[in-house]
């Protein structure tokens, strides 16, 4: 056997560890690739999460501590053979519906769905009633 210069001992654990890396950014494509797939699931149920620290972002989107910790949690809920509604409904439970990115139109949550809405109607009314009313003081300088 004769030793080929270009091909020497240090690169074989070179190549066989691009060849894993490679392999694994296969499978995560595949994963990726699956909607049925653990992560795909897991992204799914992320957005729909919001991130309890940043409040303006989803637990997908966020890379606050705790965003991680939901994230690798909804991974194991989901691993472990629970279903997108049932770890929506565990995190629901733990944290509030403030957790949810869309919290339900229900009785708890009414005023949080429709309470600007009546502010800025009773807004309008306001300013509607005082601007009819007959005498109404005018400013200084609008005379």
Same mark, same amino acid.
Request: glycine share 6%; with cysteine.
């Given at each position: 056997?004769?030793?080929?210069?270009?091909?020497?001992?240090?690169?074989?654990? &070179?190549?066989?560890? &691009?060849?894993?890396? +490679?392999?694994?950014?296969?499978?995560?494509?595949?994963?990726?690739?699956?909607?049925?797939? /653990?992560?795909?699931?897991? $992204? &799914?149920? &992320?957005? #729909?999460?919001?991130?309890?620290?940043?409040?303006? #972002?989803?637990?997908?989107?966020?890379?606050? *501590?705790?965003?991680? =910790?939901?994230?690798?949690? /909804?991974? $194991?809920?989901?691993?472990?053979?629970?279903?997108?509604?049932?770890?929506?409904?565990?995190? +629901?439970?733990? !944290?509030?519906?403030?957790?949810? !990115?869309? *919290? *339900?139109? =229900?009785?708890? +949550? @009414?005023?949080? @769905? @429709?309470?600007?809405?009546?502010?800025?109607?009773?807004? %309008?009314?306001?300013? @509607?009633?005082?601007?009819?009313?007959?005498?109404?003081?005018?400013? #200084? %300088?609008?005379?």
């Amino acid at each position: 056997m004769t030793h080929h210069p270009t091909l020497s001992r240090p690169l074989f654990p &070179a190549l066989r560890r &691009a060849a894993a890396a +490679t392999a694994l950014c296969a499978a995560s494509l595949a994963a990726a690739a699956d909607p049925g797939s /653990i992560e795909a699931r897991a $992204q &799914a149920v &992320a957005e #729909e999460l919001r991130c309890l620290v940043c409040q303006n #972002e989803t637990v997908a989107g966020s890379t606050a *501590p705790l965003a991680l =910790d939901l994230r690798a949690q /909804i991974h $194991q809920q989901l691993a472990a053979g629970r279903s997108e509604r049932e770890v929506m409904d565990y995190m +629901t439970a733990r !944290y509030g519906d403030f957790v949810r !990115y869309r *919290p *339900p139109v =229900d009785a708890r +949550t @009414w005023l949080l @769905w @429709w309470g600007p809405f009546a502010l800025l109607a009773l807004g %309008g009314l306001g300013l @509607w009633r005082r601007l009819r009313q007959p005498g109404a003081p005018v400013a #200084e %300088g609008e005379a």
